[in-house]
């Protein structure tokens, strides 16, 4: 067995609303690395089982505060962006297909104060 820890950098997991959904997103922060957030599109699931979307620090702009809406486990704050799965594993129910881009799942939405809204 290996002796890495998967949680370490977690800042913690934060509850976000998405119309009548609820996405868990998980909040890290690795030494020298720009914050990270892990998160399952509510669209196409991210991909399929044990795949999740990562949205980087560098990439987009990103606010954590633990200590503000602790009932959600801490307020978010993500710019804009686009979820970059296969809509084809949901459909299909089987592994992604391949269709050039065009069964893209390219869900754009931002994250306000731990509230998706499509952007």
Request: aromatic share 8%; net charge neutral.
């Amino acid at each position: 067995m290996g002796s890495f820890d998967l949680t370490q950098g977690k800042l913690g997991s934060v509850r976000v609303r998405y119309g009548d959904q609820m996405v868990f997103c998980e909040v890290y922060q690795h030494p020298g690395e720009p914050m990270q957030i892990h998160w399952k599109c509510p669209r196409c699931l991210s991909g399929g089982p044990n795949h999740m979307t990562r949205i980087t620090g560098d990439r987009k702009k990103i606010d954590y505060d633990p200590r503000a809406q602790l009932d959600d486990g801490g307020r978010l704050n993500v710019e804009a962006f686009e979820c970059p799965w296969d809509l084809g594993y949901v459909q299909a129910g089987g592994p992604r297909r391949q269709d050039h881009g065009i069964g893209m799942c390219k869900l754009t939405i931002e994250i306000a104060n731990s509230v998706a809204r499509d952007a």
